[in-house]
């Protein structure tokens, strides 16, 4: 537990809206959401050359974090985790976040990992197996996870046990992260926070306008995601109890979901506690990985 009541926070990886998005909300006082706790003050930029979306954006968002909010730009990861009480690894790339933690991980600092935690599933337990050598605090998920309407609607107890859910989102595709660990995991994630880890088997069925992927649980509930490529930005979902279903939508939220991300992490920072456990986002990992082979095969795959 860090007793600090202001933290310093390092930055790994400037190649995400994410970044401005984060700082702002805990740099500004004046945000209607702002987060206290915290500040960036320091951050590496990174970036992948052989991803588009990571190369053309890396300058801007390094200037506007340089300008805007007075982060000093370090010129190595080592030097932000030196510096910082706490790390934000918001890395585009999901594919470099293993070599990145694995440099970071010696310093013993909380990291908060932007999704996706890794690529696939052996990487991502690789990070946790890093994370329990070297006794460090690790935490990543999706910010739909926290979305206000979402965690509202599960919390209704008067509606009984939740027998099934249905979520959906946008699904577009990135040849650089494979399937549905680009955007697919948004909606996987939500999937999950209401049903929790124990699924045992994925089957999806694709087309060029989006995919279909059934779970089923190990105690007989089954839950759906559908993505959507023709670009629809909607997030919602329907959550089926014995007696009622629930309808969210998920954008109808006042609140930004990554503002209710940020009081989770910066409450992680400073606990040293995930609220995310850990089983849960491997399986997250492992059912995004099935659910990428049963797109291909069109096979169910078992977890």
């Known amino acids: 537990m860090n007793r600090k009541l202001e933290l310093q926070i390092g930055m790994i ?4 809206s994410h970044c401005e998005a984060f700082t702002e909300i805990i740099q500004d006082h004046s945000h209607p959401y702002h987060v206290p706790g915290g500040r960036v003050t320091v951050a590496y930029p990174g970036g992948s050359p052989d ?13 506007a974090l340089q300008e805007r909010f007075g982060v000093r730009i370090a010129d190595s990861i080592a030097e932000v985790a030196e510096q910082a009480d706490a790390i934000l690894l918001t890395s585009v ?5 293993l070599q990145q933690f694995a440099a970071v991980a010696s310093f013993g600092k909380p ?24 006794r460090v605090p690790v935490m990543s998920c999706s910010s739909l996870r926290f979305a206000d309407g979402l965690v509202n609607a599960m919390q209704r107890q008067e509606n009984g046990p939740i027998t099934g859910a249905y979520c959906f989102g946008p699904m577009p595709l990135q040849p650089a992260l494979p399937g549905l660990f680009w955007y697919g995991i948004h909606t ?7 049903l929790g880890k124990d699924c045992v088997n994925a089957t999806a069925v694709s087309s060029e306008e989006g995919d279909v992927i059934t779970g089923l649980w190990a105690d007989g509930r089954l839950g759906v995601i559908r993505g959507d ?7 919602g979902a329907v959550i089926h109890h014995r007696d009622t279903v629930q309808f969210i939508d998920v954008q109808a939220d006042v609140k930004p979901y990554y503002a209710c991300l940020i009081e989770h992490v910066m409450r992680f920072f400073h606990s040293g506690q995930s609220p995310v456990d850990r089983m849960e986002t491997l399986a997250i ?19």
């Open 93 to 97: 790339d999901g594919r470099i976040h």
């Open 229 to 235: 490529r023709t670009w629809n930005k909607a997030f």
């Open 188 to 194: 996987v994630e939500m999937l999950f926070a209401v």
């Open 13 to 16: 990886g400037l190649d995400t």
């Open 51 to 63: 991803f588009p979306l990571s190369a053309t954006r890396v300058g801007t968002i390094t200037h």
């Open 111 to 134: 990291v908060f990992i932007d999704k996706p935690l890794a690529v696939s599933f052996a990487e991502a337990l690789r990070i946790f197996e890093l994370a329990r050598r070297h």
């Open 285 to 303: 990992m492992r059912f995004i990985e099935a659910a990428n082979e049963s797109r291909q095969t069109g096979r169910t795959v078992m977890l």
